[in-house]
């Protein structure tokens, strides 16, 4: 323990939040439980937590990750220390008591691991007023396939961060295709490496840039195929 050691609780809300990208770098769980925890006690809504003190953070991980600084088993610690102020935030933001909306299953294509993103597009959906079927991470086609004709959901999301896994989507979006079952279901995309134009290519409804883009594009695409049934 250093003489200077920071007493959390003592820093104004931009220190602390500084504070937490820094704890967030150093993969210090506990401290970002605690920095969570304070903030949410200072009346900070858990949305602006979540984006300005561990989504950002991540941010500044993700560059030095990028940039050879950091390494797997420190980003590992880091991912791993924002889960645990994800965990604080999750029911906080899922109890807004939002008539349901509708349902998705989410999931990871197949060779990817990375999960951050899409828990936290699942927790955005939740707090929006959907049910959400999280498949986890490294999904073949088959586990899609099978969630999607069991769970009858209104959407189905995916999630890639590697260029290497992206591709994948498309295998799901063609077998969904073959099965004759593609229009049955909106499907939408999302992970950092993709773009709009990916999208369309893979052949999806909509690619979503982050979290609320999702909870937008959900919802409005929702409506316009109640209208359109409606009408039919
Ligand atoms: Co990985 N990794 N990683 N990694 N990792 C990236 C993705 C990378 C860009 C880092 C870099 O080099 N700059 C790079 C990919 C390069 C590329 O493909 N071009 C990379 C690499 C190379 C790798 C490994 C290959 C490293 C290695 O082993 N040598 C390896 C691959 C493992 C595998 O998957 N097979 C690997 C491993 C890991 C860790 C395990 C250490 C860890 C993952 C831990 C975990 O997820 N449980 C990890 C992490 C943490 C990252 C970075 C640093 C951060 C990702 C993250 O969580 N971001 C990442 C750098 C980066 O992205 N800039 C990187 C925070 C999160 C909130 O954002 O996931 O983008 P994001 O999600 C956003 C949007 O994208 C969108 O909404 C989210 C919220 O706003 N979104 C969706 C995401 N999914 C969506 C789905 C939707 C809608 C929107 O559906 C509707």
Not at 161 to 182: N, Q, S, W
Not at 216 to 226: D, F, Q, V
């Amino acid at each position: 323990m250093s003489d200077e050691e920071i007493i959390l609780s003592e820093l104004s809300d931009d220190e602390l939040v500084q504070q937490m990208h820094d704890d967030l770098y150093d993969g210090l769980k506990e401290e970002i439980e605690e920095g969570t925890n304070i903030l949410l006690e200072r009346g900070w809504t858990p949305y602006d937590v979540l984006t300005q003190a561990l989504v950002e953070g991540m941010r500044i991980v993700g560059e030095d990750f990028r940039d050879g600084i950091l390494f797997v088993p420190e980003v590992l610690m880091s991912a791993n220390a924002m889960k645990a102020g994800m965990f604080i935030l999750r029911p906080l933001l899922a109890e807004t008591g939002a008539p349901k909306l509708g349902k998705m299953v989410i999931g990871t294509v197949k060779g990817d691991i990375h999960d951050i993103g899409k828990n936290l597009v699942g927790m955005m959906m939740e707090g929006a007023g959907f049910d959400v079927i999280d498949l986890g991470i490294n999904n073949p086609v088959e586990k899609y396939i099978e969630a999607i004709e069991r769970e009858q959901p209104d959407i189905l999301g995916m999630s890639a961060l590697l260029t290497t896994t992206m591709p994948y989507m498309k295998v799901v979006i063609d077998t969904m295709k073959e099965k004759g079952i593609r229009d049955d279901f909106i499907v939408l995309v999302g992970g950092a490496p993709l773009n709009e134009e990916f999208g369309k290519a893979v052949g999806a409804d909509a690619y979503c840039r982050d979290a609320a883009v999702a909870v937008e594009t959900a919802k409005e695409l929702i409506k316009r195929r109640h209208n359109s049934l409606a009408g039919a």
